[in-house]
């Protein structure tokens, strides 16, 4: 499935693809930026065609829709000079680009992580790249693990701490500070903070990733709960009132903001605050509140010596929010706002590191180091 060193080609265009649950998004660029993007949206119909499949049961489908876009905007397979997709639910990864293989693509059809329209991402990239005649990457997903050994312990030796985030949007972001700032990554201690569906603060050191918030703890965004009192939680679950799906999609899906005001949307909260409704300004408040008391635990995580302090993701273009929250943040370090999240960006730039010969693609059967950290801690610790 591919080669190991990226092939020469005389192209200088990568086709990368970032499947969502309700859309597809992908794009051609150049080592200068985006050349063409678009996206497809899927209505319900589309979507209830799949029901109770697989995910990779998609591929078809969306791999018609992307050849059929790109062939009407007037590209073809063979101008690509590589494929980068949006890495899946794989096991815990160390950082960087990897080449689409074997180990990959097993993960993703066994679904051991889980299933999740990202799942689709290396698979759709390696269908292009074959008929292109290159190889097929992604970079950095959610599985990233860098995490320093003491924050893997839970309290309990019966749950290990796991290391999932959005560490492509994050990583980017602290390169880009790197570059502008002068300083290479590996020298600086960074706070990022990725305000989005999903909210990851994460500590960073050395130039890896030490420690991080999960989907499952730190502050409630718009659809997630984040940390809940586990006494609490523990009753809930035992009165038998709702299933185990019922129970996961209301911390994660169904959480945070709209779980208290019906709607996952901060500009209409924001509006809804500007009409004078004291509960949105309340809960919309709490989540700032919340967000702030997990960047000064990585703030203690790092010592208290931080470079920078850096905002991103999707929420950072509110400026109302960013205020409020500079209020509780501004003592820890120098902040930095890179508003937004460019995944297509995120992706290319990695595709094309590996291609400038910048940095060498990685194999997923030997970078799996999160894994066996976990195991090993658990072992040590019997």
Not at 36 to 62: C, K, N, P
Not at 271 to 287: F, I, L, N, T
Not at 288 to 302: H, R, S
Not at 323 to 349: C, H, N
């Amino acid at each position: 499935m591919g080669w190991e060193k990226a092939v020469p080609h005389q192209s200088n265009r990568v086709l990368v693809i970032n499947p969502g649950s309700t859309s597809t998004k992908f794009g051609v660029f150049t080592k200068d930026g985006p050349e063409w993007v678009t996206t497809i949206h899927h209505g319900d119909e589309e979507i209830e065609q799949f029901r109770g499949r697989s995910m990779l049961a998609r591929t078809g489908y969306r791999a018609g829709v992307i050849e059929k876009a790109l062939s009407a905007a007037g590209y073809e397979p063979k101008q690509f000079a590589a494929v980068g997709g949006r890495g899946g639910l794989l096991p815990p990864m160390a950082c960087g680009t990897y080449l689409v293989d074997d180990a990959i693509l097993e993960e993703l059809r066994e679904a051991r992580r889980g299933e999740h329209a990202s799942n689709l991402g290396a698979v759709l990239a390696l269908r292009f790249a074959e008929a292109a005649g290159v190889n097929a990457y992604i970079v950095d997903p959610v599985t990233v693990d860098e995490w320093q050994d003491c924050a893997r312990l839970s309290g309990s030796p019966l749950i290990v701490r796991g290391c999932v985030g959005h560490a492509l949007n994050i990583k980017a972001v602290a390169r880009r500070f790197a570059r502008n700032s002068g300083r290479p990554y590996a020298e600086l201690r960074l706070i990022i903070v990725h305000l989005g569906s999903g909210i990851t603060v994460s500590a960073h050191r050395g130039g890896r990733m030490i420690d991080s918030n999960t989907p499952e703890e730190g502050p409630f965004g718009p659809d997630r709960t984040g940390s809940l009192p586990v006494r609490e939680l523990i009753k809930v679950c035992m009165t038998g009132e709702h299933s185990e799906r019922q129970l996961d999609r209301m911390v994660f899906g169904e959480g945070g903001l709209f779980a208290y005001l019906g709607t996952r949307d901060l500009q209409e909260i924001e509006r809804r605050v500007d009409a004078g409704d004291s509960k949105a300004a309340a809960v919309y408040e709490a989540m700032i509140y919340q967000v702030a008391k997990e960047t000064g635990a990585m703030a203690a995580v790092l010592e208290g010596r931080i470079d920078a302090l850096l905002l991103t993701g999707g929420m950072a273009h509110s400026e109302r929010l960013i205020g409020k929250f500079r209020k509780y943040i501004e003592w820890i370090a120098p902040v930095t706002v890179y508003p937004g999240e460019d995944e297509l960006q995120s992706i290319a730039e990695g595709v094309f590191r590996v291609l400038l010969c910048e940095e060498q693609a990685k194999r997923l059967d030997a970078h799996l180091v999160g894994e066996e950290r976990r195991k090993a801690l658990v072992i040590g610790l019997e």
